[in-house]
């Protein structure tokens, strides 16, 4: 399996190559050359078998020779294994037709676990062979740094660097974050918001002597491994409800587009998807572009669901490559346009197919909370508040003949103080968790500047 940009310019790279690469040399993302597809016997044979199983099977053909079967299955087996569920992703009926698909039992409550465990243990083994060292580099708006940090702590052939914004992560994120001890993971605390974070990271990646010198690697979802690991529970959840021989739709809480993307290529790849359902908060740029045919910049605000406080969603790119049938020139003309003033257009062709592909809906702050307070009044659900724009936008989009299943993204006890105010209840971390108030914290302040972030990380690494 090859893996080419969406900006046509980098080389074509097999999958550990894209694996330790993430971002591509001409600024893109990496995707598959073609997407493998499954007919519907092979996609009914999933239903009822182990997570661990179903992982192996949908990954399996694009991983190319990169693994052995046996060490890949070995690979799998650990990163699931600190899950708090046999299930490892349970499906919740909470009303007729809809369904909660819980994502937040691996070790950081979030849905970033299921990707990230499996890249730390793919990035393990790979380095090991190559006698190789990296320097990753990660933006977080909080989920996605607690996840690499719990990956990687510890493993002899990585340093871990998180950028996280100052003051916009919950305590409970910045905790996870910042109490690990081991020395080859920081937590970096920038002074900007989460696109501040992410436009450094691009920036280091696109710094070319900088990237070589430290051998620079990405876990963000620009990296195509993280998307991969999320299209699996797509199918784990569809077959559970019948599919291939019924179809299901899926509403995602969106900010990077990552796990909606992992969600296009399970449909790809033959799974029949009816709807698939962009959910934003109140930061709604993807679902403006859905309803204008522009992508428009306007200013991140802070909100009860901070995960998804983005403006620059990195995997939209992903998806305009696919809709402008793959013309790299074209793409890269547009995160040109991007870059330049915030905004670009998208041709009435693409965004015909765009609208095709996807629906929308947004939640504004009080919507968000009111569904906290009714899921827990009907259902007994408590639920996070980035699950409670997926479970509003749901609502409004829902099919009566199509079973509904909602991502629930991350526990809502990493977001205590909105989900108390909310159904004035706190919800308790799990056991394992309850001493992480008392761990004392580390954490280093850096200005939102490429210089001062890239000389911290060369004076960590070679400390
Ligand atoms: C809890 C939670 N929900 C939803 C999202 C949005 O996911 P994505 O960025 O893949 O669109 C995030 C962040 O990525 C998150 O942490
Ligand atoms: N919401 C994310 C933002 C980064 O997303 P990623 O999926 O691209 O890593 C977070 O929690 O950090």
């Known amino acids: 399996m090859k893996y ?23 600024g893109g993302l990496y995707l598959p050359e073609t997407i493998p597809v499954f007919d519907a016997a092979q996609i009914a044979a999933l239903a009822g078998l182990p997570y661990e199983e179903v992982a192996f099977r949908v990954m399996k053909p694009f991983i190319g020779d990169t693994f052995t079967d046996a060490e890949f299955r070995a690979i799998i087996e650990r990163a699931y294994s600190g899950f708090g569920h046999a299930a490892r992703a349970p499906l919740v009926q909470t009303d007729a037709n809809q369904f909660l698909l819980e994502l937040f ?113 990405g876990v963000n ?119 330049e003033s915030g905004s670009f257009p998208i041709s009435q062709g693409a965004l015909g197919r765009l609208r095709d592909l996807f629906a929308s809906g947004r939640a504004s702050e009080e919507e968000t909370a009111a569904t906290i307070t009714r899921s827990f009044a009907t259902s007994g659900e408590i639920l996070c508040p980035h699950t409670a724009v997926g479970v509003k936008v749901a609502h409004e989009l829902a099919d009566p003949q199509v079973p509904m299943i909602t991502l629930a993204t991350a526990h809502p006890a990493k977001f205590p103080d909105a989900v108390e105010a909310a159904m004035g209840r706190r919800p308790p971390l799990p056991n394992r968790m309850s001493d992480l108030y008392e761990r004392p914290e580390r954490v280093t302040r850096v200005a939102n500047e490429l210089v001062a972030i890239e000389t911290l990380i060369e004076e960590k690494i070679s400390a």
């Open 105 to 217: 039992h691996g070790p950081t409550l979030a849905f970033k676990d299921f990707a990230m465990q499996m890249i730390g243990q793919m990035f393990e083994v790979a380095l090991k062979r190559r006698g190789d060292r990296v320097t990753i580099i990660g933006a977080t708006s909080g989920d996605t740094g607690s996840a690499a940090i719990e990956a990687f702590r510890g493993l002899d052939a990585v340093d871990v660097f998180i950028l996280f914004p100052h003051g916009r992560v919950s305590e409970v994120q910045r905790r996870q974050m910042t109490t690990p001890s081991e020395p080859n993971v920081h937590a970096l605390a920038l002074d900007g918001d989460f696109d501040d974070c992410q436009a450094r990271v691009k920036d280091a990646f696109n710094h070319f002597d900088f990237r070589d010198r430290v051998r620079l690697a």
């Open 221 to 339: 979802s620009i990296n195509w491994a993280r998307v991969l690991a999320q299209v699996v529970y797509y199918f784990t959840a569809a077959t559970a409800l019948g599919a291939p021989h019924r179809k299901v739709s899926f509403t995602v809480p969106t900010g990077n587009f990552g796990d909606i993307f992992a969600g296009y290529v399970a449909r790809r790849m033959g799974l029949p998807i009816h709807k698939l359902v962009i959910a934003t908060n109140r930061n709604d740029i993807l679902h403006r572009t859905m309803e204008t045919g522009a992508y428009t910049k306007s200013g991140v605000e802070p909100t009860i669901s901070p995960s998804m406080d983005i403006q620059v969603s990195s995997n939209f790119e992903r998806v305009l490559f696919e809709v402008y049938d793959r013309d790299g020139a074209a793409v890269a003309d547009q995160m040109k346009m991007l870059g």
């Open 4 to 26: 080419v940009s969406t900006r046509g310019k980098a080389p074509v790279l097999n999958f550990e190559e894209a694996m330790l690469t993430g971002l591509a040399r001409d």
